[in-house]
């Protein structure tokens, strides 16, 4: 692959991952909120009557739904709120995507020369080299991005920004602690093979589909707008049953994230979360982590296929 060709996927990669973090940010913030530990802090006081008549509080540890959480956030801390984190998340996105891009698209052409090209296996060791790269070295602005979407602060109190979150992370944990959950992401790369491998046999079934039933060149053209809903209708199905397989590794992650947190390593957050919450807490959020993934990865992806298409001429 060309200097230009890394290039071109590096930018494209940026781009997907931007236009889809934005218009999509404020499921990300919901989803987030779900998955914490302290997520019991958005539900409404139980009122208890002793026995002498008197009222007294106590919070009830029922897990809301998306819906209820969504509505408490935009009472509690406005609608701003919803877009908690977006600042370090572009910062972090484009990179991310545009590292993962690219090195996915290197490795599966220097892979293609040494297995059965465009292979499962090519597929599967592609995305796995890319997710373990953009995740090493990303994590740092993930973790930032996660606590300030878990900073939850009354209307009119001065909110923490991204800087001063980061500088309290590093007094706190020193310079480990900006790789906190680490080990979660790792296993999340789980996901990321599910993903490409189920997108790109899919792709390449469209793109025979495309082939046997064009009957000319001009026909072909006319076809290539349609074309990208197909990608994205095939990312929108690989994302979805990649993330209901591998989404436990998204909970783990966030408790790992968390201020102060119990949760030291991935499989003690594991097993501590089945212990005390239960297998149903493995899997909270995942309702908005679908409403939000299915249109980023389509989003995301679809723009990427949209920038190569168009840079490639």
């Known amino acids: 692959m060309s200097q230009r060709d890394t290039l071109v996927h590096l930018f494209?990669?940026?781009?997907?991952?931007?236009?889809?973090?934005?218009?999509?940010?404020?499921?990300?913030?919901?989803?987030?909120?779900?998955?914490?530990?302290?997520?019991?802090?958005?539900?409404?006081?139980?009122?208890?009557?002793?026995?002498?008549?008197a009222t007294v509080n106590r919070v009830a540890r029922v897990s809301p739904g998306p819906l209820h959480c969504l509505k408490m956030i935009l009472q509690n801390e406005g609608p701003r709120s919803l877009f908690r984190g977006l600042g370090p998340n572009l910062v972090g996105v484009a990179p991310s995507r545009a590292i993962y891009f690219a090195a996915y698209s290197n490795c599966k052409e220097k892979l293609n020369n040494i297995f059965n090209p465009d292979s499962t296996q090519v597929h599967m060791m592609s995305a796995g080299v890319a997710g373990f790269t953009a995740i090493t070295t990303t994590n740092p602005i993930w973790l930032v991005k996660t606590r300030l979407q878990l900073?939850?602060?009354?209307?009119?109190?001065?909110?923490?920004?991204?800087?001063?979150?980061?500088?309290?992370?590093?007094?706190?944990?020193?310079?480990?602690?900006?790789?906190?959950?680490?080990?979660?992401?790792?296993?999340?790369?789980?996901?990321?093979?599910?993903?490409?491998?189920?997108?790109?046999?899919?792709?390449k079934r469209l793109l025979e589909y495309k082939t046997a039933g064009a009957m000319d060149n001009e026909e072909d053209s006319v076809k290539e707008a349609s074309d990208f809903v197909r990608m994205m209708m095939a990312a929108a199905t690989s994302k979805t049953?990649?993330?209901s397989i591998a989404y436990?590794?998204?909970?783990?992650?966030?408790?790992?994230?968390?201020?102060?947190?119990?949760?030291?390593?991935?499989?003690?957050?594991?097993?501590?979360?089945?212990?005390?919450?239960?297998?149903?807490?493995?899997?909270?959020?995942?309702?908005?982590?679908?409403?939000?993934?299915?249109?980023?990865?389509?989003?995301?992806?679809?723009?990427?296929?949209?920038?190569?298409?168009?840079?490639?001429?």
Do not use: W
Not at 267 to 290: C, D, I, K, P, W
């Open 12 to 53: 494209a990669g940026g781009c997907g991952g931007t236009v889809g973090a934005i218009l999509t940010c404020p499921l990300e913030v919901v989803k987030t909120r779900l998955q914490s530990s302290s997520v019991t802090l958005y539900i409404s006081e139980v009122h208890l009557n002793t026995l002498n008549g």
């Open 151 to 203: 900073d939850a602060r009354n209307r009119g109190e001065k909110r923490m920004s991204a800087f001063e979150c980061a500088r309290k992370v590093y007094r706190l944990d020193g310079f480990r602690g900006f790789y906190r959950g680490m080990s979660a992401s790792y296993a999340g790369i789980s996901e990321t093979v599910i993903h490409f491998v189920i997108y790109e046999s899919i792709k």
């Open 241 to 243: 049953c990649a993330t």
């Open 248 to 313: 436990p590794h998204e909970v783990v992650r966030t408790r790992l994230r968390e201020e102060g947190t119990k949760y030291r390593s991935f499989f003690q957050t594991l097993s501590l979360l089945v212990r005390e919450e239960g297998y149903g807490a493995l899997y909270r959020g995942l309702t908005t982590h679908l409403i939000r993934q299915i249109p980023n990865t389509a989003i995301m992806m679809s723009t990427y296929e949209v920038v190569v298409y168009l840079l490639d001429g």
